[in-house]
C-alpha cells in the first residue's frame, strides 16, 4: 500500500509561485510514474503532468506548459510541482497519483491511472 500526502498549495496571487510536494513514507516511490492532476469546482477533474519512475520522462497539458515543472527525488520519496506564473484559471484541487504499470514515455490521462494510488489534495487559489 502506498500512501501519498500532498503538500504546499496556497492562496497566491496571479503571477505568483508555489511547489508542491507529493511525499510518501517509505522507499516505494521511486518504482511508481507519477501524475499531477487538478480539478476545479463545477469541472471534471484533468491530468496536466507527469513523471517517470526514473524522473527520465516528463510531460505537460499545453495549459501549463513553460509554467509548470515537475520533478522527483527518489531518495527523499518525493515528486515536486513547481508552478510559476499562477494564473487564477489554475485554482483548483491538486492531487498527485501513482501509478506501477505506467506507460512510457509517461502519460498524465487519467485513464492510465485508474487503478493507481491517489493522495487527498491540496487546495490552491490564484487570486487577487
Known amino acids: 500500500q502506498l500512501q501519498l500526502v500532498e503538500s504546499g498549495g496556497g492562496l497566491v496571487q496571479p503571477g505568483g509561485s508555489l511547489r508542491l510536494s507529493c511525499a510518501t513514507s517509505g522507499n516505494l516511490l521511486n518504482l511508481f510514474a507519477v501524475a499531477w492532476f487538478r480539478q476545479a469546482p463545477g469541472k471534471d477533474r484533468e491530468g496536466i503532468s507527469c513523471i517517470s519512475s526514473s524522473g527520465d520522462s516528463t510531460d505537460y497539458r499545453d495549459s501549463v506548459k513553460g509554467r509548470f515543472t515537475i520533478s522527483r527525488d527518489n531518495a527523499k520519496n518525493t515528486v515536486y510541482l513547481q508552478m510559476d506564473n499562477l494564473k487564477p484559471e489554475d485554482t483548483a484541487v491538486y492531487y498527485c497519483?501513482?501509478?506501477?504499470?505506467?506507460?512510457?514515455?509517461?502519460?498524465?490521462?487519467?485513464?492510465?491511472?485508474?487503478?493507481?494510488?491517489w493522495g487527498q489534495g491540496t487546495q490552491v487559489t490564484v487570486s487577487s
Open positions: 497519483a501513482a501509478e506501477f504499470h505506467a506507460p512510457r514515455p509517461c502519460q498524465y490521462s487519467s485513464s492510465f491511472y485508474m487503478h493507481a494510488y
